[in-house]
């Protein structure tokens, strides 16, 4: 109970703080906000944080001093070394620039920052025995140079991985995402208590968690740590909105093209339980949607994969520019609440698939036609073999049977390019279909279910009976049929 009441002390005090910074503001016309960092400060601040701004009306000049996958030791050695190998990325006027080879000193004096802030490498950020002496003396030295007797410093709280993470600096917690979360958030109230200089924090990681508990689920992140280039990042975003300006982001209309309004509300709502409580996740399981889906699919769920979107809006168009598709809808326009991930890349993309096909899927020309590839032999193009490429279907009704049938072509082929499809939830199931010149043919998987938690894995791969050199792989169109 003592630790829970100091906890919630120091954060009173913190919000108590950040608004007297925010008031002191009022008369200036721009708030310069600078961030010392790494990737993690890339993903939260170069992206959305000024189109925020912007909205509310706020004008913004957004900082980022980078190096990426560097911490407070490193940044510490480039400074008395002198080896200038700061990238001086910069918003200004929603125009993004980037400075390389920049002295840390430079940075800082560039403009009268009003906020500036630290933080550690993400594999270390949950271990106090790395901060120091380091973050004291960078800190005192950002102190000696700043050209505003008026900034505010600050710490920003990055993320835990995705349960699921290959980083190799997991295992410093066990590969358990729960205990980097609690590690990260007992170490930034060790640094909060051992630096007085620091006047606020900024909760990137538990607006992360926070996200985490809703129907958008362990999907925040693109690679395993890096966040996931649109709701991963817009929910960063939204945490330093807020703690810099004090201005809530619910509500707000601005959000990147890719996201519903449910999906950027409940990264907005995510944000701001953050910044209320930056110690503390906080249970939004009915936030947007209910975490466990219950709607039945009035009609077909289409799936057109590759770079070409179609004309006709009944097929959801899944690129691989996002790693998360959001607002998948049925055949008759209504919104599903399922989510498609990828979670193993393919190799490419192509439109050459058949363009007229004799298929019961009722494909317009433009997703028959249009593909995702991938190799598993040898040499080809700027990409290396991959044995099979994966997608996750999320956020499904764990209540209803899912029947899949899928299409695969590659015209123009003289030799047998067998494709296999293996769908995993609660059972596995499997099916084989001939790409090579295929115009009438598809796979059908029947009987699914997903798992409890409402997920289903698609691992698409080489069939055995595929003799192409390099092994060649293809995913053109999906149709799921779901029933009780």
Request: net charge negative; glycine share 8%.
């Amino acid at each position: 109970m003592r630790t829970r009441y100091i906890i919630t002390l120091l954060t009173f005090a913190l919000c108590l703080s950040i608004k007297a910074q925010v008031d002191s503001l009022v008369q200036d016309s721009i708030v310069r906000v600078l961030a010392i960092g790494n990737s993690f400060s890339q993903d939260a601040v170069e992206q959305y944080l000024w189109e925020l701004a912007n909205e509310a009306g706020v004008k913004m000049i957004v900082g980022n001093a980078y190096r990426g996958g560097q911490g407070f030791q490193s940044h510490w050695i480039d400074v008395t070394e002198a080896n200038n190998t700061f990238e001086y990325r910069k918003v200004v006027n929603g125009r993004r620039s980037n400075k390389p080879r920049t002295a840390l000193s430079d940075i800082i004096t560039d403009e009268p920052w009003q906020f500036i802030t630290f933080q550690q490498v993400s594999q270390e950020s949950g271990l106090t025995v790395t901060f120091e002496p380091y973050l004291t003396n960078l800190i005192q030295y950002a102190q000696s140079l700043q050209t505003n007797p008026n900034v505010a410093y600050g710490y920003h709280q990055t993320w835990a991985y995705s349960h699921d993470s290959t980083h190799g600096g997991f295992a410093n917690y066990g590969n358990r995402q729960e205990v980097m979360y609690d590690s990260i958030c007992a170490a930034v109230q060790y640094a909060l208590q051992m630096h007085p200089e620091f006047s606020f924090v900024v909760p990137s990681g538990t607006a992360i968690q926070n996200a985490r508990t809703t129907y958008l689920g362990d999907n925040m992140n693109r690679d395993g740590y890096h966040l996931d280039l649109k709701m991963g990042r817009y929910t960063a975003a939204c945490a330093w909105f807020e703690t810099i300006t004090g201005i809530s982001p619910v509500g707000l209309s601005f959000h990147p093209d890719g996201m519903d309004y449910v999906s950027a509300r409940t990264c907005q709502v995510a944000a701001h339980e953050a910044v209320a409580r930056p110690f503390e996740r906080s249970d939004l399981k009915d936030e947007g949607l209910p975490a466990i889906n219950h709607i039945v699919p009035t009609g077909l769920v289409k799936l057109n994969f590759g770079a070409d979107r179609t004309t006709d809006p009944a097929w959801n168009d899944i690129t691989p520019s996002l790693r998360t598709h959001l607002s998948i809808v049925d055949s008759n326009m209504n919104p599903t609440g399922i989510l498609v991930t990828f979670t193993g890349d393919f190799g490419g993309t192509n439109r050459n698939g058949a363009s007229y096909t004799t298929t019961k899927m009722l494909m317009p020309a433009d997703v028959s036609q249009s593909a995702l590839w991938g190799y598993a032999a040898g040499k080809f193009g700027s990409s290396g073999p991959r044995q099979s490429a994966t997608l996750r279907l999320s956020h499904l009704n764990p209540e209803l049977e899912y029947e899949f049938t899928i299409f695969s072509s590659r015209v123009g082929c003289q030799d047998f390019r067998q494709t296999s499809f293996i769908v995993q939830g609660a059972d596995t199931w499997a099916d084989a279909l001939q790409s090579a010149n295929n115009s009438r043919d598809t796979a059908v998987i029947k009987h699914i279910r997903p798992t409890a938690d409402g997920q289903l894995t698609l691992t698409v791969m080489p069939g055995s009976n595929n003799n192409s050199p390099n092994l060649f792989y293809y995913l053109n169109a999906i149709t799921i049929k779901a029933k009780k």
